[in-house]
């Protein structure tokens, strides 16, 4: 499918749909989640999903802090049924002031960001690039953070770039990735973990989206690691790193590196589970989230 995801098609039964809203910042139209406790009566989570996902990725977490906090998830741009970035700001310093802007426009301060896979980059870029998010707890679930070594810090960025800017690409790779309906098996070999069926539905529709595809692929095109890396031992947020020891995506050794390298960070080792471990054990994640918050006053 070539055209954008569509809300009222696609979006049918989409999870927490009667939480979802659009709303125009920075040029795009964005799809935000909305959830939990009244704005302005209770600490504001922002959860930034990972590369390929969307909002549909915290299904299970938001539910399990409802009671707790303001949740605020929006689709990353060109992801799922939000508005694209031009291909120039598809950068992780790009997408950290397009989520900035948006939380401007929504007229929100996070107490708290939580960020998956690529997300968690995301986060952190924001809270070197705004001094009211200096103090900021942030956490990081399978978190990217670490560049691959060279050469494949040259190779698989120009080859994203120059699949990303192939107009058939996109096409074939959302029909690839769904592997003739098997999205619930291609998620279990792409991340070691086992997702429920709803779950499987949603990256089904995402990954038989080229448009979807396109919005993955540039990002992957245009992320760089090395910036942020370096800055790593400068973030003095309070930051939990959340790690799988069974994610085959993201290396623990990786993951540890970050830890050390960032002045206040914990890192918690899950004994199982995948990549996708806060869809796996939603509850689990959720209470290690709100341990952590609490010791920091927030919730």
Known sequence: MSEPLDWDRDGRHWPH????RFVTSGGIRWHVQVMGCEPGTAPVLLLLHGTGASTHSWRGVMPALADRYTLVAPDLPGHAFTGRLPDAQMTLPGMATAILGLI???DITPDAIIGHSAGAAIALTMARERDRLADT???????ALTPLPWPAT???PAMARLLALNPLVPKV???VSRLAGDTAGFIQRSTSSRIDREGARCYATLLGNSRHARGALAMMANWDLDTLDHALPDIGNPVLLVHARGDNAIPLSGVEEAARKLPHA???VLPALGHLAHEERPEDIAEL???FLAAYNVG
Not at 17 to 20: L, T, Y
Not at 137 to 143: C, D, F, S, V
């Open 266 to 268: 914990q890192l918690e």
């Open 137 to 143: 707890p942030i956490i990081g679930l399978n978190a």
């Open 173 to 175: 790779f959302s029909g």
């Open 104 to 106: 401007a426009t929504l």
């Open 289 to 291: 989230i709100a341990e």
């Open 17 to 20: 749909r009667e939480a979802s």
């Open 154 to 156: 040259q190779v698989f």
